[in-house]
């Protein structure tokens, strides 16, 4: 059964500073690896998400990274911003396609 | 597009009740799933469906959760009869299958529900 993990639970930086936020799996025969934000009391946004045969994928200021051989992925955020205070949260697709396992996230804040 | 749609925002009910949740998926998605978020257990997958039809349900707690999808752009997710270990927030998600690569999926805002 795949486990998804995340460390750490919560993150506190001050604004400007770049991050990385880490995720391992037990299986590493997933199909794909997504991230997801969760603002609070509202349901989770896709950020990025990496099939299996990638190794990386960017948008903006984010870059997450795979390496299934290790088990693991990281979202790198670049020049962190108070609007990027969430819980970010990442699941691991099985080999089924569309069955996720989700990490139980990182609650980050960004001071100013 | 309105994106994922589900109601009721928020339900709040005694022991025992039937409830029903509702979902809308996004037009045109043809993979729909069920989860359930609660601060012990995290976000967990209860079912999905695809093509309207159920595909794995092993994530539903008993047999007092069911599932149904009558048509592309209809779900409910009904306990009967509901306890009060199942106050948890419930999301429904839409995705689109298209070959062999999975897309992403587009979350609801989820049933903030409360069982007394």
């Known amino acids: 059964k795949q486990e998804v993990t995340q460390i750490p639970a919560a993150l506190s930086v001050p604004e400007g500073e770049n991050l990385v936020l880490n995720c391992s799996f037990t299986d590493s025969a997933i199909y794909n690896l997504q991230w997801f934000r969760q603002d609070p009391g509202k349901g989770l946004t896709s950020l990025l998400l990496?099939?299996?045969?990638?190794r990386e994928q960017t948008s903006g200021r984010l870059n997450a990274s795979l390496d299934k051989s290790s088990g693991r992925s990281t979202l790198y955020i670049a020049a962190s911003q108070p609007g990027d205070s969430a819980t970010y949260l990442c699941?691991?697709?099985?080999?089924?396609?569309?069955?996720?396992?989700f990490g139980g996230g990182t609650r980050l804040m960004v001071k100013p | 597009d309105a994106g994922v749609i589900q109601s009721p925002r928020h339900e709040v009910t005694e022991m025992g009740q039937e409830v029903t949740l509702r979902c809308k998926p996004i037009?045109?998605?043809?993979?729909l799933f069920w989860y359930r978020q609660t601060m012990m257990r995290g976000l967990e997958l209860l079912i999905y469906?695809?093509?309207?039809?159920?595909?794995?349900d092993s994530g539903m707690p008993e047999d007092r959760f069911s599932a149904k999808m009558p048509n592309a752009s209809f779900s409910t997710l009904k306990i009967q009869p509901s306890e009060p270990r199942d106050s948890a927030v419930y999301f429904c998600?839409?995705?689109?299958?298209?070959?062999?690569?999975?897309?992403?999926?587009?979350f609801g805002p989820g049933t903030r529900l409360l069982v007394l």
């Open positions: 998600a839409s995705s689109l299958m298209a070959g062999p690569l999975q897309e992403t999926q587009y």
């Open positions: 037009s045109g998605h043809n993979s």
């Open positions: 469906f695809n093509n309207n039809v159920p595909i794995d």
């Open positions: 699941a691991a697709g099985n080999n089924a396609g569309n069955m996720l396992t």
């Open positions: 990496i099939q299996s045969s990638q």
